[in-house]
């Protein structure tokens, strides 16, 4: 299988070709479920799927969306940054009328009414109530990445790192939208840091795989699947990847273990089963 080229619009990242993947294999990724994890919300955050409610999905699915996070406990900011569920730490009132933390989760609701013109104008009233509001810059980039502004999405939640450098999904929300501009050097560098910050998050490893699988760093994607598959090892996707890679590079019995893997999880895999005749067939050839 060859390599496509990485197009904004045509690349998926997850997960079973090298060759241009479909929209239809995007890991979705959503304000809602981010802000559970910024906002140490208690409610336990779910996988995002097909059954994700349309509205939601719609509008991200012109961004090449690489983060997925599914445990709760994934990531929490800083003790002592300024967070939606934090105030205290904004030195700001709760309770009062016009806080910023009134019209930051005014904003987070319009999100998920998928009224991002509207939760865009809340997230900029609560940072000019409060300069230092890390969430609302990065709820701010989420809101102009909805609405196509890339470089908009950069600015902000470059802004938002600025301010606290810690949170993990601030670099993986400014790698997304660094792949979707085409920029690999930058995308992978912010996965890189995001891996840093999120050491148990195994689609962080994989999105890195991929990025850097697209930059032809074939032997690191290699090790950023592995480190995926460590850390979970029950995905498909991430041995079917690891495969597609190693099968690349011409490690054939090694993809042959991975393929392997895969028809464990689904025995009906199709592209599992051609990969592994043909890989079959050339160490075939070759030992005759």
Known sequence: CCLGMLTPAALSPLPVRLSPLSRDTIIQHSSNHMRRHMCLHTRK??????????????????????????????????????NGDNPAACDIDADAP??????????????????????????????????????????????????NDLRGCEKWVQKAIEINPNIGQFYSMLAICSVQQNKLAAAEMAFRKASELLPEDPYTFFNLGMVLEKRQNFEGAELAYLNAINIK??????????????EHEGKLKRSLLYYENVLKFDPSDADAKRSMASIQLRMSAASS
């Open 233 to 246: 090892a029950g995905e498909k996707r991430f041995h079917l990847k690891l495969a597609k890679v190693l």
């Open 98 to 147: 016009g806080s910023a933390k009134t019209h930051y989760q005014k904003g987070l609701g319009l999100s998920d009414e998928g009224d991002f013109v509207a939760a865009q104008r809340e997230f900029e009233e609560a940072i000019s109530l409060h300069p230092k509001y890390a969430d609302a810059y990065y709820q701010l980039g989420v809101a102009r990445a909805q609405q």
């Open 45 to 82: 955050a779910g996988s995002i799927g097909a059954d994700w409610p349309s509205k939601r999905r719609s509008s991200l699915a012109t961004l090449l969306v690489l983060f997925l996070a599914q445990s709760s406990n994934v990531a929490v900011a800083e003790e002592g940054s300024c």
